[in-house]
């Protein structure tokens, strides 16, 4: 198991190469001492990342001298805050957790967030371990503007990964669907209306259902964009993946799904009441504790499986980065390469709370072997890292994008047609984009 104890030289200290296997050049460690006796402001999201590093914060100050204030606050009122603060041009924190998936277009354009390119490679502020070479592609797609500059540091990454009740298996005797037909047709054989059992469940609530959809549109082939920002998501691809989202959450799911978000569906999984679940790698931990399920020991993980033109997993995640107007950059950089640290990042992956973006942490045998989730669960957030593609656009109005064509699928699944909804739901989206885009 990997030893979280704190100590100086462990927390950020360098490790192997991952992609090598070399051992890092000798580099003295940062001066993490040089900014004790500040103190720095941290806006974090309540869950299990930000209550981490507000739990262990004492860690942080032994290291760097360095006092953090904390506010920890529930994600819809977190993404307001900032907004609201950042553009008064006087927010009241250093460091931002932001919601990348969300914000980072946003961002970008608004110019919100310090650039971290140079503190990373001034050896007397970061540990030789930190790179960018670390991080995963779409970690770092995320982090970066168009510039190229780093405005924050990738921390955790959700990638969407198929849930599925063993027992129902084995008792129809189905095989782990390997392909998408596989999975609709696996669906249909294990739903069993009259026995209160369904073969699906999902996100059909608007806007929330459009987490799941790109587990479908990507693997038809379809991009949200092509490479002029021209909007495709009324082509032949997204009608086929309508279609099929249609055709998942019509036949084999059960009542009411139309208004499931993620809570719904962890639900009727979690009471044994569906044979098959995608959503993201963190609803893991509830499916195994017995004081919230009825599923222990029975839950499968896998990766999803592939379409027609590929197999995709949609990824969200979030950063944590310094706010612009900081008058603390470089103290409240070290505050986020800790939480981004191995120490940190192994912590929250043993207790399956989250999966760092970095390869090196997720690569480490001792880490892995800490890991208090089946080792089915780590496989499938080894391999979905993979063949990872961020699961919303990158562009500023992402919520009237979810609204808007979250809406044509909630349509489809009280029968309105798929290709008329798509191409409506298109339309009337597109001169949103582009106004935006103009901006």
Request: charged share 20%; aromatic share 10%; hydrophobic share 40%.
């Amino acid at each position: 198991m990997f030893d979280a104890k704190f100590s100086r030289r462990s927390m950020l200290a360098g490790t192997a190469l991952a992609a090598t296997g070399l051992p890092w050049p000798a580099r003295a460690e940062p001066q993490w001492k040089k900014y004790a006796g500040t103190t720095i402001e941290a806006n974090l999201i309540k869950g299990p990342r930000g209550e981490l590093l507000q739990r262990h914060a004492a860690e942080f100050t032994e290291l760097t001298g360095i006092k953090v204030n904390s506010e920890v606050i529930p994600e819809q009122q977190q993404r307001q805050k900032l907004v609201i603060e950042l553009t008064s041009g006087r927010p009241s924190f250093d460091v931002a957790h932001i919601s990348y998936h969300v914000q980072k277009r946003q961002f970008d354009k608004a110019g919100w967030l310090a650039d971290l390119s140079g503190f990373m490679k001034d050896p007397n502020l970061t540990a030789p371990d930190l790179v960018e070479s670390d991080f995963s592609a779409a970690g770092l797609q995320y982090a970066k503007n168009d510039k190229g500059e780093m405005r924050s540091l990738p921390w955790s990454v959700d990638y969407f990964i198929l849930y599925y009740n063993k027992e129902i298996f084995q008792k129809k005797g189905v095989a782990l669907p390997q392909t998408m037909e596989e999975l609709a047709q696996a669906a249909d054989t294990l739903t069993d209306a009259k026995a209160g059992t369904f073969g699906f469940v999902g996100r059909g609530l608007r806007n929330a259902n459009m987490a799941l959809w790109p587990c479908f549109y990507f693997n038809y082939g379809g991009e949200f964009l092509d490479a002029k920002g021209n909007l495709l998501t009324d082509g032949p691809e997204a009608i086929e993946a309508a279609k099929f989202y249609q055709r998942l959450l019509t036949k084999d799911a059960p009542p009411g799904v139309a208004g499931f978000n993620w809570m719904e569906s962890m639900a009727a999984f979690t009471q044994g009441r569906a044979a098959m679940w995608i959503d993201g790698v963190g609803w893991a931990p509830p499916l195994e504790d017995p004081n919230a399920s009825r599923v222990v020991g029975k839950v499968g993980y896998a990766v999803l499986p592939k379409g027609p033109k590929g197999a995709y997993s949609p990824t969200y995640g979030d950063g944590i980065g310094v706010a612009q107007a900081s008058k603390n950059k470089e103290a409240a950089y070290l505050y986020c390469q800790w939480a981004v640290s191995k120490t940190m990042g192994a912590r929250l992956l043993q207790i399956g709370g989250g999966v760092q973006f970095r390869n090196s942490i997720l690569n480490d045998e001792s880490v892995r072997s800490g890991v208090k989730m089946p080792r089915e669960w780590l496989d499938s957030v080894i391999g979905s890292a993979k063949i990872s593609k961020l699961g919303l656009p990158v562009v500023a109005p992402v919520a009237e994008f979810r609204d808007i064509l979250g809406s044509a699928l909630t349509a489809t699944l009280s029968g309105a047609d798929p290709a008329t909804e798509m191409k409506k739901a298109t339309d009337q989206y597109r001169p949103i984009l582009e106004r935006s885009e103009k901006a």
